[in-house]
């Protein structure tokens, strides 16, 4: 199980930092990725952060103002989320993908555990 929480309402321009806490998976082992789904659209991919957190991917509309992070030990992923503009207004979930899928990570497709969301409302 994975819950996504920290969504709210912020003015543009500001910050809000989303957790991610997993259960009743291996945490340690699993890719994590971050999809939004806005008003009227389809889900779109944020972010992901490999096993180790070695490695980060970020859509081009949130690189240099998003950041991913992993704690293993406490199994949470955190989306730090800064220079908010009103076209981030979403529902933000995490996910974790199927083990050994070939799938690319920043594909929803790719994703077989999906948290509940939590919204995030940026006004301008």
């Known amino acids: 199980q994975l819950q996504a929480s920290g969504g709210g309402q912020v003015q543009a321009g500001g910050s809000l930092r989303l957790s991610c806490a997993a259960s009743?998976?291996?945490?340690?082992?699993?890719?994590i990725g971050w999809f939004r789904r806005a008003p009227g659209k389809e889900r779109d991919f944020v972010a992901y952060?490999?096993?180790?957190?070695?490695?980060?991917v970020y859509a081009d509309s949130v690189k240099g103002r998003f950041t991913v992070s992993r704690d293993n030990a406490k199994k949470t992923t955190t989306l730090q989320m800064n220079s908010l503009k009103a076209e981030d207004t979403a529902v933000y979930y995490c996910a974790a993908p199927r083990l050994g899928t070939t799938i690319t990570r920043s594909s929803a497709g790719a994703y077989q555990h999906w948290g509940q969301g939590t919204l995030v409302t940026v006004s301008s």
């Open positions: 952060i490999t096993w180790s957190g070695s490695t980060t």
């Open positions: 009743g998976i291996a945490f340690s082992s699993y890719t």
